[in-house]
């Protein structure tokens, strides 16, 4: 089921639901750098990167997730392929009905990107993960894109630059949930993690210009509380590029005040973070990790 407008008749509190993620994988930068542009972000960023310091800012990260509870999982990065530790873009995990863990496998806009897809699938299938590749041609950049609404078997869906809308049918049937579908009309915000920040069941963080009017009605007639995120910290500091594990803890680029006093009034626990080596090549905290349920 492909859900693209409001409908009345849907209530998210009607599905099914999903158990947590308590597993996170991390690929560590030990590549990482910026060595071609595929994003507005990386414009004259080539070569720039500071290795040691974007090495201190993922450990700090890493130790902020294990101090929450979470089983976070490491593994080695692959040289000549800097994006790799990126790992929330290659593949989408999820259960079946019976709990069993499966991963579909992402196709990737990018040439350059490629072949990260066989690393991660690899992962997955040393852990007894079932790879489920689609059944057609196009673009799905897995989690970056496909992101699983807290607690409800409902899939919130991204496309317009790295995924393809067609492909939403195909991966809702494989994870036998429906998909709300969200057009992305901005290139800097080229997933939907950069602009769209689940925080729980009924709480969203957005830039609002991201969107089409279509999507905001959408957005709007799904969560009882939607955040409107300015374009300072949306733009500069990558602050919707967040990750929230718990419903409760936030983790988010420093600096983001905005955002920070938004959370906190709203009764979330902040930690932020210095991501910014890897702003450079486009992404922040949600896309360092991936949550799998194996």
Same mark, same amino acid.
């Given at each position: 089921?492909?859900?693209?407008?409001?409908?009345?008749?849907?209530? %998210?509190?009607?599905?099914?639901?999903?158990?947590?993620?308590?597993?996170?994988? =991390?690929?560590?930068?030990?590549?990482?750098?910026? +060595?071609?542009?595929?994003?507005?972000?990386?414009?004259?960023?080539? @070569?720039?990167?500071?290795?040691?310091?974007? =090495?201190?800012?993922?450990?700090?990260?890493h130790d902020t997730l294990?101090?929450?509870?979470?089983?976070?999982?490491?593994?080695?990065?692959?040289?000549?392929?800097?994006? =790799? %530790?990126?790992?929330?873009?290659?593949?989408?995990?999820?259960?079946?009905? +019976?709990?069993?863990?499966?991963?579909?496998?992402?196709?990737?806009?990018? /040439?350059?990107?490629?072949?990260?897809?066989?690393?991660?699938?690899?992962?997955?299938?040393?852990?007894? %993960?079932?790879?489920?590749?689609?059944?057609?041609?196009?673009?799905?950049? @897995?989690?970056?894109?496909?992101?699983?609404?807290?607690?409800?078997?409902?899939?919130?869906?991204?496309?317009?630059?790295?995924?393809?809308?067609?492909?939403?049918?195909?991966?809702?049937?494989?994870?036998?949930?429906?998909?709300?579908?969200?057009?992305?009309?901005?290139?800097?915000?080229? /997933?939907?993690?950069?602009?769209?920040?689940?925080?729980? +069941?009924?709480? %969203?963080m957005i830039y609002p210009?991201?969107?089409?009017?279509?999507?905001?009605?959408?957005?709007?007639?799904?969560?009882?509380?939607?955040?409107?995120?300015?374009?300072?910290?949306?733009? +500069?500091?990558?602050?919707?590029?967040?990750?929230?594990?718990?419903?409760?803890?936030?983790?988010?680029?420093?600096?983001?005040?905005?955002?920070?006093?938004?959370?906190?009034?709203?009764?979330?626990?902040?930690?932020? /973070?210095?991501?910014?080596?890897?702003?450079?090549? @486009?992404?922040?905290?949600?896309? =360092?990790?991936?949550?799998?349920?194996?």
């Amino acid at each position: 089921m492909i859900l693209s407008a409001k409908d009345p008749t849907f209530e %998210v509190t009607q599905l099914p639901a999903l158990p947590p993620a308590k597993t996170v994988l =991390m690929v560590r930068p030990t590549y990482f750098d910026v +060595e071609y542009v595929i994003n507005p972000h990386m414009e004259g960023q080539i @070569g720039t990167v500071d290795q040691s310091r974007a =090495m201190d800012q993922w450990q700090a990260i890493h130790d902020t997730l294990v101090s929450l509870g979470l089983d976070v999982k490491v593994l080695d990065g692959v040289e000549g392929l800097p994006d =790799m %530790v990126f790992c929330a873009n290659q593949s989408l995990p999820y259960i079946n009905q +019976e709990g069993d863990p499966h991963a579909v496998m992402s196709h990737m806009h990018s /040439h350059h990107r490629a072949d990260e897809v066989n690393h991660i699938a690899q992962w997955h299938e040393s852990r007894g %993960v079932a790879t489920v590749d689609l059944p057609q041609a196009g673009d799905f950049e @897995g989690m970056g894109d496909a992101l699983w609404h807290p607690g409800r078997r409902l899939l919130w869906g991204g496309y317009g630059y790295r995924t393809d809308l067609s492909m939403y049918e195909a991966i809702s049937t494989l994870v036998d949930a429906p998909v709300a579908v969200l057009e992305l009309v901005d290139p800097s915000f080229y /997933h939907l993690d950069t602009c769209f920040c689940l925080l729980n +069941e009924s709480s %969203v963080m957005i830039y609002p210009p991201a969107f089409t009017s279509q999507g905001l009605e959408l957005i709007e007639s799904m969560f009882d509380r939607v955040f409107h995120i300015g374009e300072e910290d949306a733009m +500069e500091r990558f602050a919707l590029n967040a990750f929230c594990p718990n419903g409760r803890d936030v983790l988010l680029q420093s600096g983001s005040s905005e955002t920070i006093s938004t959370l906190q009034s709203a009764g979330f626990v902040t930690h932020e /973070h210095d991501t910014s080596e890897f702003i450079k090549s @486009g992404g922040s905290v949600f896309c =360092m990790k991936l949550q799998t349920w194996a």
